[in-house]
């Protein structure tokens, strides 16, 4: 499958779901765009809860989405923004648990993303397997 994504398009539309997001509680707005090999961008922003623990980041509700719509392979690049009020500030990248929700749907198409994080003064490119060595994943499964 040939891998094709428009960096900055997938940047826009990071920027694009970060003003979709609900974040009355700690004002910090985050939008994520995750880009597939064929083309596809699926989008997610940040939802927050009263109960703070059950709050959902960008990067899960993208990564949810994409299951959803039957995107479960070819993922290979995620842009992240973020910043107080929707407006961007410093780099944000995946926290933990978001690194792991996104290694799970990468390893289904055995892909290790590019992960974009953008800021206002600059954007950080990695690998998912830069920022989160040594990954638990389904093939730590298999016996």
């Known amino acids: 499958m040939t891998q094709v994504f428009d960096r900055e398009r997938l940047i826009a539309d990071a920027h694009t779901a970060m003003a979709q997001a609900y974040a009355p ?3 910090f707005h985050v939008g994520a765009a995750l880009g597939f090999a064929d083309g596809t ?3 997610g922003s940040n939802f ?3 109960s703070y623990g059950l709050s959902l980041c960008a990067e899960t509700v993208a990564a949810a ?3 959803q719509q039957g995107h479960r392979a070819g993922l290979i690049a995620v842009a992240v923004v973020g910043g107080p009020g929707g407006t961007p500030g410093a780099v944000v990248a995946p926290c933990g648990r978001c690194r792991q929700i996104l290694h799970e749907l990468a ?3 055995g892909t290790d993303p590019l992960i974009i994080a953008v800021g206002a003064q600059e954007t950080v490119e990695m ?3 830069a920022l989160l060595p040594l990954a638990f994943g389904p093939a730590n499964l298999e016996q």
């Open 127 to 129: 690998r998912l397997s």
């Open 48 to 50: 927050e809860n009263a």
């Open 107 to 109: 390893a289904l198409g």
């Open 25 to 27: 509680y700690s004002g």
């Open 65 to 67: 989405q994409a299951s």
């Open 41 to 43: 961008v699926v989008t």
